[in-house]
């Protein structure tokens, strides 16, 4: 069965106070591992896909790094309107309809 | 900047009540999902559609859910008789083709549904 734990899980820091968020999965032959962000009543909102160890992506602030058994959503200098749930979801290559397996999520709050 | 459409925002209704929830997915998106959150907890896949049939379930899916793709536009997730358990933020999400660059699903801003 696919799992996927997240860590913390929820994160306060200061304005430009930098961390990161930990994806940990087990999963039958990853198709894709995906960072969504979600703000309070909306949906998940797409932020990065990754498909194969080594793999790192960015936007802005964010950096998406992926190995065999985690993932890391490293956020440097944040602002306050970073605040929002990371969602990590992996993929399993096995199945024919795609299904995404999500984690608890962080709850990440930037004070300013 | 296309998104997926979800109506209505709130659906309140009686135990054992039928409720309809519907999507519009993005025009030219080939696969359609739904997936549930209950309050403080994570996400969690429903089903998945692709070429007008169901691909896989979960175990959440029974008997009385159901999807439909009635028109070319819209898809719908409809629950035959609501228990208080289905209280939950349904959302749908879509996707244009296999994975790859192209593997990646949109959510919906969702519907929540209360059952009273």
């Known amino acids: 069965e696919d799992q996927v734990t997240q860590s913390p899980e929820a994160l306060r820091l200061q304005e430009g106070e930098s961390s990161s968020l930990n994806c940990s999965y087990t999963?039958?032959?990853?198709?894709?591992l995906f960072w969504y962000r979600q703000d309070p009543g909306k949906g998940p909102e797409f932020l990065f896909t990754?498909?194969?160890a080594g793999e790192e992506k960015e936007k802005e602030r964010l950096k998406a790094t992926l190995t065999k058994k985690e993932s890391f959503l490293h956020i440097t200098a944040p602002k306050p309107e970073d605040s929002a749930t990371y969602l990590c979801?992996?993929?399993?290559?096995?199945?024919?309809?795609?299904?995404?397996?999500f984690g608890e999520g962080t709850q990440l709050t930037v004070n300013p | 900047e296309p998104e997926v459409t979800q109506t209505p925002s709130h659906q309140v209704t009686q135990m054992g009540q039928e409720v309809i929830l519907r999507c519009v997915p993005i025009s030219n998106h080939l696969y359609f999902y739904w997936y549930r959150q209950i309050l403080g907890q994570k996400v969690e896949f429903l089903v998945s559609f692709y070429n007008n049939e169901i691909s896989e379930k979960s175990e959440i899916f029974d008997d009385q859910f159901s999807v439909e793709r009635p028109d070319g536009s819209n898809f719908t997730l409809k629950i035959r008789s609501t228990k208080l358990e289905d209280s939950a933020m349904y959302f749908c999400?879509?996707?244009?083709?296999?994975?790859?660059?192209?593997?990646?699903?949109?959510f919906g801003a969702g519907t929540r549904l209360s059952v009273l």
């Open positions: 999400a879509s996707r244009a083709g296999p994975s790859g660059s192209t593997g990646i699903q949109y």
């Open positions: 999963v039958s032959g990853l198709r894709g």
């Open positions: 990754l498909y194969s």
């Open positions: 979801a992996v993929q399993p290559g096995e199945t024919s309809g795609s299904r995404l397996t």
